[in-house]
């Protein structure tokens, strides 16, 4: 479509003017024919609004129009004074020529087409390779000589030096030697520490830095000349820095803004350099630590020293931690281990720092500095010293930030639309530097249930980047990844039982609104039910210890505070396999042995009812079969089969009737004895109750009378040995779902656990229903 869309605009606009073939600049060169088709198209490219979308517009007509390749007939127009009766080009053409022209560069340098558009592109063949490579022998030999006339021209004006700053990076450096363009180069030099001293813009400084690095590739024959401007730039930036310092910590006198202006702007120039050359060796570490240092006593600096003083710092620790990788030795690695644990101490005073940008960016730093200090990061003996692990205060610290700063609604719906998709952007990236911690197993899975909570009351903001950690999460332990939802949705109660005064409406829309959420849980275990068999079971044990917690000893009659909460446990029943429904409906029914008989008029133990129906629902299922197929069955034609001990015996010719006959590549259940033992059990109770099931009232009158009767079984059995109930027994006495299994599905178990060790990486004990190691009142409240 893009490709129809440069043709047409080709034909209908792009058309050569015989008239303005002559046409001469001031200097009496003349004009390219291609000079009013680039002026029609800086024209289209600024009615049409098409701003930061001209890689687009280039690579439509890349292949249609020759004048995309016309580096002197645009360099002409930037430079060259216009011609008799010729219009000078304003600031906003001259800026938009630019934009375009850097993006022609870039595309004839590399081939490459921008983002979405070479997905149906293959690989460049021999041919267009050296085709490639011929453009960029061409633009390289024009730009030596024209970009440091570019550069010296817009050397005030940001946006455009910004762009022009981009060319080195496609440039071929060895033609700089092959050509003898040393004064050329000794020109893009000059200019470029001149934009450095003169500029403040960090995306100024940020070009100039990457310029610098491309140029000292020590690849290239220019690379020591370039490294010699290098360090007398970086020189001088640190004795600007220096006498900065000095003026703006004077003792007796407050900074003036000049002073505050030449410090941010010194520190601003390091940062920027910091991040694409390595600083360590100039000394900045003592300075550097000190505004840090009073910043974390609460005295009052400017955000941009802070922000930029503790950024500088870690760029530096990065840069040593490198140098110690290469061939550091241990004495090293322990002076850098100290730096480092002043700047995580600073940093995390910092996180609830007075100003915004300043804890901002503090939570950055910690999280960066957490995946690459983990001991996941290296194997190196030398480096395990500087492996650092987030203690619990760090975690929730980092956890409440999350929560503080994003997860808010926004209410203002007349504000500035930029403003708030810059926000978003912000915000989003504050989620994903949290979950990466989780992803890389840097914090315990446990520390995302407040994130996953506003999972559907955030969807449209972040519900991909959660969604993206949940299955990440899922791939290191499946169990904890299940309790951790668990929690998240006890958490969600709780608020809720907060604001009811311990009173549930479980017809209202707060309660719906955690079933919901209950529900896209439970739909992303998928539909394989025995990969996430003990994941689920674990779901369900800790949601009936959280739904039966608090029960007042003194009546016991009396439903607990959470028991609504089994409500929302039903939504994860369907993920049970029908064999461990029995073992959760065992386990409900042990926890509630102490809980006398409860009478079918108690509207508050109703979401127990629910609970348990849910689990023994289809367990009294009667699958009907038609009138012809039990006439096939009655009068079906016999046959003789000969069995494996040589006997004969008559057999039905027609088995259509048996729901469970094979099919085709159809393989039998392995099902082991206690199963077939329930299902002989449930037999004799389907023989003895010809109550018709399907109804609420069936389930629910059922329900009742199996607990009833359980109840009293248990309390007489007990009675007659000692007299009195007993307290709960330890939940390890209970049959757990292992044991339900067959022979084979232990062994897969036993195999997938023994191929995939990662489900263990953190023991938590989860992989039994009975496990008791929960305990919500050791969760964190947030």
Request: hydrophobic content about 35%; aromatic content about 8%.
């Amino acid at each position: 479509v893009a490709q129809a869309a440069g043709e047409f605009l080709n034909a209908k606009l792009f058309k050569q003017d015989e008239e303005s073939q002559g046409a001469r600049t001031a200097s009496g060169k003349k004009r390219s024919a291609n000079t009013p088709l680039i002026r029609d198209l800086v024209q289209f490219f600024i009615e049409s609004e098409l701003h930061e979308h001209g890689a687009y517009l280039v690579d439509s007509l890349w292949e249609i129009n020759p004048m995309t390749k016309d580096w002197e007939c645009m360099t002409d127009l930037l430079l060259e004074e216009p011609g008799r009766g010729e219009e000078a080009l304003d600031d906003r053409q001259e800026a938009s020529l630019i934009e375009i022209m850097v993006c022609c560069v870039k595309q004839a340098a590399t081939g490459e087409s921008p983002v979405g558009r070479s997905a149906a592109k293959q690989k460049l063949t021999a041919k267009e390779k050296q085709s490639v490579q011929d453009d960029k022998t061409k633009l390289t030999e024009h730009f030596i000589a024209t970009l440091p006339q570019l550069l010296l021209k817009y050397l005030m004006d940001p946006e455009k030096v910004t762009n022009l700053l981009q060319i080195p990076l496609h440039l071929d450096l060895e033609i700089y030697t092959s050509s003898r363009q040393e004064k050329s180069l000794e020109g893009l030099l000059r200019y470029l520490h001149e934009i450095v001293e003169k500029h403040t813009d960090q995306e100024v400084l940020e070009s100039c830095s990457k310029c610098f690095e491309t140029l000292c590739d020590e690849t290239y024959a220019i690379a020591g000349r370039c490294d010699v401007a290098r360090n007398t730039l970086i020189d001088s930036l640190g004795v600007k820095f220096k006498e900065a310092m000095q003026d703006f910590f004077a003792e007796g006198e407050q900074p003036d803004e000049d002073e505050v202006y030449a410090l941010v702007a010194a520190l601003k120039r390091l940062y920027s350099f910091s991040c694409c050359h390595d600083l360590s060796s100039w000394e900045l570490w003592e300075d550097l630590f000190h505004i840090v240092r009073l910043a974390s006593e609460n005295v009052d600096l400017s955000d941009e020293i802070v922000s930029k003083a503790q950024m500088t710092l870690h760029m530096l620790l990065l840069w040593n931690m490198k140098k110690i990788d290469e061939n550091g030795s241990q004495d090293q690695a322990l002076v850098i281990k100290k730096f480092q644990a002043d700047l995580m101490k600073y940093c995390h005073q910092l996180l609830y720092h007075g100003q915004d940008k300043i804890s901002e960016d503090a939570y950055l730093t910690l999280c960066d500095s957490l995946i690459i200090y983990s001991k996941h990061s290296t194997e190196k003996e030398v480096l395990k010293q500087l492996v650092y692990e987030p203690d619990k205060s760090l975690q929730l610290q980092l956890t409440t930030f999350l929560l503080n700063k994003v997860f808010l609604e926004d209410d203002d719906d007349e504000g500035d639309e930029n403003i708030k998709i810059e926000e978003l952007h912000k915000r989003r990236n504050f989620l994903a530097c949290y979950c990466k911690l989780i992803v890389y197993n840097i914090m315990n899975i446990s520390m995302a249930a407040p994130m996953f909570k506003h999972y559907m009351k955030f969807y449209n903001d972040y519900g991909d980047i959660i969604k993206a950690t949940l299955s990440k999460a899922r791939e290191i332990n499946k169990v904890s990844t299940a309790k951790t939802l668990i929690i998240s949705l006890t958490q969600l109660f709780g608020e809720l039982l907060g604001e009811a005064n311990g009173v549930i409406d479980r017809s209202a829309d707060a309660f719906q609104s955690i079933k919901e959420l209950a529900r896209r849980f439970s739909l992303s275990f998928g539909l394989d039910q025995v990969k996430n068999r003990e994941a689920v079971a674990a779901m369900h044990r800790d949601g009936i210890l959280f739904s039966l917690a608090n029960t007042d000893p003194n009546d016991l009659s009396k439903a607990p505070p959470n028991i609504a909460f089994l409500e929302v446990l039903c939504e994860f029943t369907n993920k049970l396999m029908k064999m461990d429904k029995k073992t959760v409906l065992n386990y409900l029914d042990k926890q509630m042995a102490g809980i006398p008989p409860i009478q079918r008029n108690a509207d508050e133990w109703n979401p127990l009812f629910t609970y348990r129906n849910s689990l023994v629902q289809g367990e009294h299922e009667i699958h009907p079969i038609t009138l012809k197929q039990a006439a096939q069955k009655r009068y079906g034609k016999k046959r003789n089969v000969t069995n494996i001990d040589g006997t004969i015996t008559d057999e039905t010719s027609n088995h259509s009737w048996d729901a469970q006959t094979p099919g085709p590549g159809f393989m039998p259940q392995h099902q082991s004895t206690a199963y077939h033992a329930a299902t002989k059990r449930r037999r004799v109770d389907e023989e003895s109750n010809p109550s018709e099931p399907g109804s609420e009232a069936d389930f629910q009158e059922s329900s009742l009378a199996n607990y009833n009767r359980q109840y009293h079984q248990v309390e007489g059995d007990y009675r007659r040995r000692h007299g009195d109930m007993p307290q709960l027994e330890p939940e390890s006495s209970e049959a757990s779902i292992s044991e339900y299994e067959s022979p084979h599905m232990r062994g897969h178990y036993g195999n997938m656990h023994a191929h995939h060790p990662a489900h263990m990486a953190y023991d938590d004990g989860s992989q039994n229903i009975d496990d008791a190691s929960s305990d919500y009142g050791s969760q964190p409240s947030y």
